[in-house]
């Protein structure tokens, strides 16, 4: 098949774990085969805005909502479904699509399901060890489920397990060539000779990390650290607030797209354990300690934190949804390691070991196979 003009669909969204992967994927793609095009079909929210608007990429939001267990909430999200379902079956006659790589999330579900039954080869990313409920619900219609841990097989029904990738979970491609330590932390307005302690809930925030960080920080010696921390856009005033009250000098930004820079002059982290988040530390060799997201019922970001805390890299510490005794559980944890650089040195180099540099790639190859390029 001749790979000119071929159109690649990236479906999903909602967060940056989900969009960033995706972006990785695309940047390969377009790099192994220089004609192609690639369309996300996103959801309304800013943050998708925010960050595809940052890409060369085209992006179309789609009116997809999340489900919500109400009758009215049903009601919505089936009025939305059929209302995407006609929107992907127009951009499917526009753009001929040759295959579509899902993200994960809601914003998926409609168009994978759809361009499958179309016969446009389908595969799914699934970087995350428990498979997502959108995922689980789409491995049947897909060729190929691309995942990041090889214990991810032990959660899919056994009919589905031969369609498994272990590929890694793509990162952005500036993570792959990152700046020097001196270049970051001058864009960031940090001084490159102090050690950097990064706190973040990704692209979202989360307000019981932050909470308890700042809780704990205004308790413990931070001699030869400096402080920044990324809240989410939704959280950064409260944070800057609670700094100032405590007299702490911390760098507090709501979102960057730079994570290079980020992880570039990251000594130590502290940060929800999202799969994203999870393989970013991973190939930046960043040690971290990790509060997993408590809200889901599967505790899936609890499985990808045991996966780098198993092999060394990370620190588990469960978010039990109260500043205070968050804080007195990190206390413990974060005090040795702001000032033991020889275990912070051997996590890093863990850290480093369990990364896949070469994920975006392997996912590009199965989209270009699925789509028949170099037959």
Not at 187 to 198: A, S
Not at 201 to 224: E, H
Not at 253 to 265: G, H, N, Q, S
Request: charged content about 20%.
């Amino acid at each position: 098949m001749s790979s000119q003009s071929q159109t690649y669909f990236f479906a999903g969204g909602g967060t940056g774990g989900h969009l960033y992967p995706g972006i990785a994927v695309a940047s390969a793609l377009v790099r192994k085969q220089p004609d192609a095009k690639c369309v996300f079909l996103c959801t309304q929210r800013e943050i998708d805005r925010t960050i595809l608007s940052a890409t060369p990429f085209e992006f179309v939001p789609q009116p997809i909502v999340p489900p919500v267990r109400t009758v009215n909430g049903l009601l919505k999200f089936w009025t939305h479904w059929r209302e995407t379902k006609d929107l992907n079956r127009k951009l499917r006659r526009e753009h001929r699509p040759v295959a579509v790589l899902g993200l994960g999330g809601y914003a998926a579900g409609v168009a994978v399901r759809y361009l499958a039954s179309r016969k446009i080869p389908a595969a799914i990313l699934n970087p995350d060890v428990i498979p997502g409920r959108a995922n689980h619900f789409l491995m049947r219609y897909v060729r190929a489920v691309c995942c990041q841990f090889e214990e991810t097989v032990h959660h899919l029904p056994a009919n589905q397990r031969s369609k498994v990738k272990i590929t890694g979970c793509p990162v952005r491609p500036e993570l792959l060539t990152p700046p020097t330590r001196e270049e970051a932390a001058a864009r960031l307005g940090l001084d490159p000779l102090l050690n950097t302690l990064v706190i973040t809930g990704a692209s979202q925030g989360a307000a019981t990390l932050n909470d308890a960080a700042v809780n704990l920080l205004s308790s413990v010696s931070l001699q030869g650290w400096q402080i920044l921390h990324l809240t989410g856009k939704e959280h950064a005033a409260q944070v800057r607030a609670q700094y100032r009250e405590n007299s702490i000098p911390a760098l507090v930004i709501d979102f960057t797209p730079a994570m290079a820079d980020v992880w570039a002059v990251a000594n130590l982290a502290v940060c929800r354990s999202g799969a994203s988040t999870v393989a970013e530390l991973a190939v930046c060799g960043v040690p971290s300690i990790l509060f997993p997201y408590p809200f889901h019922k599967d505790m899936h970001q609890r499985a990808n934190a045991k996966v780098l805390a198993d092999g060394g890299a990370a620190v588990i510490i469960d978010d039990v949804k109260d500043a205070a005794k968050n804080a007195a559980a990190l206390k413990p944890v974060i005090e040795p390691l702001l000032y033991d650089a020889n275990r912070r040195h051997a996590m890093s180099t863990a850290a480093r070991i369990l990364g896949r540099r070469d994920a975006a790639d392997a996912v590009a190859e199965t989209m270009m196979q699925m789509a028949g390029v170099g037959r």
